[in-house]
Nanobody
């Protein structure tokens, strides 16, 4: 059973930075996507950044140049470094894993989700 546990959310002023972490356990396959998604009140869940098993990354246009996704395989941890935060980045952030590669920013086919961590950016 795959488990994902996020941490690192909080409140920050616009222009500030946060780093989210996601501890991943239980997956033994060689192909996968690991992604960060967010959901603001009244909106659908959207892909923010994702990393594939071959190391390739993808980002939503709204966060390109500001957010960086990375993983530490030795620690089984996924990270999301968020810089130059904007009020519109305010949302609940989730990490997720799916046991297949490709289209990693799409919500579909993600089987496993963390509980979420809140990010609030004030102007």
């Amino acid at each position: 059973q795959v488990q994902l546990v996020e941490s690192g959310g909080g409140s920050v002023q616009a222009g500030g930075s946060l780093r989210l972490s996601c501890a991943v356990s239980g997956y033994t396959g060689s192909r996968y996507c690991l992604g960060w998604f967010r959901q603001a009140p009244g909106k659908g869940r959207e892909g923010v950044a994702a990393i594939e098993s071959d190391g390739s990354t993808s980002y939503a246009d709204s966060v390109k140049g500001r957010f960086t996704i990375s993983q530490d395989n030795a620690k089984n941890t996924l990270y999301l470094q968020m810089n130059s935060l904007k009020p519109e980045d305010t949302a609940m952030y989730y990490c997720a894993q799916k046991p297949r590669a490709g289209s990693c920013l799409r919500v579909v086919f993600y089987n496993y989700w963390g509980q979420g961590t809140q990010v609030t950016v004030s102007s």
